[in-house]
């Protein structure tokens, strides 16, 4: 069964750097756009960031992260990662990585939202926590 497992949260001080990633087993992660995206208690889950299928040309951030964050795909390890730097305390949050095929995208941007989206695969969320 094709499932999403992230790994790499933690705690990092405020400036720090972290490394998330998310491993897809069960099938090719090449037929999908990947995004990452984070809650904290009582708020709505958003997108932080999301790349297109394949070799991911595309790439869309959230404001808040553009210029900070980057993420990345590897089809052949079958992998997206998010690579965090210059960490802020409200960049808290559990990052969940989510999975959509490419054939019901029709931007990345879009397929960004949470609130407009439904998902094949979610992973089930990794802590990221920024605090000294």
């Known amino acids: 069964q094709a499932r999403l497992v992230e790994s790499g949260g933690g705690l990092v001080q405020p400036g720090g750097s972290l490394r998330i990633s998310c491993a897809f087993s069960g099938r090719s992660l090449d037929y999908y756009a990947l995004g990452w995206f984070r809650q904290v208690p009582g708020k709505e889950r958003e997108g932080v960031s999301c790349i297109s299928s394949g070799r991911g040309d595309t790439k869309y951030y959230q404001d808040s992260v553009k210029g900070r964050f980057t993420i990345s795909r590897d089809n052949n390890e079958n992998t997206v990662s998010l690579q965090m730097h210059s960490l802020k305390p409200e960049d808290t949050a559990v990052y969940y990585c989510?999975?959509?095929?490419?054939?019901?995208?029709?931007?990345?941007?879009?397929?960004?939202?949470?609130?407009?989206?439904?998902?094949?695969?979610w992973g089930q969320g990794t802590q990221v926590t920024v605090s000294s």
């Open positions: 989510a999975a959509k095929d490419r054939a019901l995208i029709t931007s990345v941007q879009a397929m960004c939202d949470p609130s407009r989206n439904t998902y094949d695969f």
